[in-house]
Every structure is written in C-alpha cells, then in structure tokens.
C-alpha cells in the first residue's frame, strides 16, 4: 500500500490518519493494494479525520482468521483511537467488515459508505484459485479487477504474486474468503438504518451490478450511484467521481 511514511503504529495497531473532524475510516480489502484510497485521503482529509486501519488480514491464528474477527479487530482498534462515533467506508472486503461491525454496534456508524463491497454475493477467484508458480495468470486475474487492464500494474502484479506464493497468507485468504461467504448479510441490512451512500463500477465482475441493486433495496436509508467503465475499485480507477459523488452526497445528508 502507498503511503508508506504515514503510517502509525501503536501496539498491534498500524495506520495512517490525516485531517480533523469526524472520523472518515476507510477499510481496505482483501489484496490491500488493491484498495488504494490515497485520493480519497487526500481529498476528504481538510474536513474529516481520514483513518485507514490496516486490517491484521495475515496475522491472526488461520482458526480465527474471519470477516467477523477482523470486525471486532476494527472495534478494538476505534476504541483504542476513543471514536464513539464514525462513517465507514469499505471496499470489497473492508465493506463487509464494515457490515459486520454496524450490524453490532449500529449507534456507533453515523453512516455507511459501500463500494463494490462483499456480503451479499462476490465471484472471488472463480472456481480456481492463482496457480501459484503462474505469473501471468496472477496478472490476468488482478486485471479482473478493473475495467482498464492498464491498472494491472507490474507493482501490483508482484505484490498479489508475492502474497499467493506464501503458504501461511493463502491459507488465510482462503479462510477469510470462505468466512465471507458463509456470513451472508441479507438479513441484516434492514436493521441498518443510517443513511448509506453505494458507489459501483457499471462493469464489476467480481461483485456485479445486481449486487448494488440488493444492498440498495434491502438498506433502508441508501442511495446507490453508477460509475461508467469502472470495476471493482471505483476509488482507484475513476478516483475524480468517486470523490465527486461521495462529496455530493455527504453535504446532501450534512454529515
């Protein structure tokens, strides 16, 4: 993940924060490079504090690595930070987590933003997993990601191959990926009642549009905006809009 220099650590907490005002967390997803929201910091963080807590993706024990640990890692990391209160933004995985999390404690999420995020369906790695020796097929896959292959980097390619070339982290991914699917957040949504803002690519394959439409109809207070020729990391590949939109909408509800 850029933005190397900035990050904290205290204790078992790492992080990179900027800005005053209400917390604005942002929760990456399950290929943290993959969710690079260094725009949406730079764009946000002159009116809210802008917090990304780097999720312990590959360092819990693989029996309790989940969507659901790694939400209640996100509450002991905001009571570490003292915030009562915050909106959450989470991509992919991170959006999941952030589900979770309002689902237990919905007095402390003032609104929720989603994009392209997991808990209702995702199209992970389809039904075969990176061969591992297998570069190019690593890079066909991160190309997934996108409506541009061209964000398919060579930086990006190397740190998803490095990572499915470690044991100990597929394992992992493999554990939190499964978790995902059996913690189905359906139900739940109705519950959720704070505004909620839902940003989505017209062309993401992994968590495709029928997915916006259900958060959107099963979320009682949310409204959902397309973002044309984009995939499943608006934030990162129509950076622009993505801020553009969600500043729009957070005037509009005066958050």
Known sequence: MPMQEEIKTEGKFSYIERGEGKPLILLHGLFGALSNFKEVVDHFSDRYKVVIPMLPLYDLPVLETSAKRLAKFLKEFVDHKGFSEMYLLGNSLGGHVG?????KHPEMVKALILTASSGLYENAFGSSFPRREDKEF???KVAVT???????????????FEIVNDRNRVLRILAIAKSAIRHNMANDLKDMRMPAC???GKNDTITPPEVAEEFN?????????WI????????????GK???????WLQAKNL
Do not use: Q
């Open 198 to 200: 839902l940003i989505w």
């Open 138 to 140: 690593i890079r066909k």
């Open 217 to 225: 109809e099963r979320l009682p207070d949310s409204t959902l905006y």
């Open 228 to 239: 044309d020729e984009c995939g499943h990391a608006p934030m990162m590949e129509h950076p």
């Open 146 to 160: 996108f409506y541009d292959p061209k964000f398919a980097s060579d930086e990006l390619v190397d740190e998803c």
């Open 242 to 248: 993505f801020n553009e939109i969600l500043d729009e």
């Open 99 to 103: 589900l979770i999390f309002t689902k």
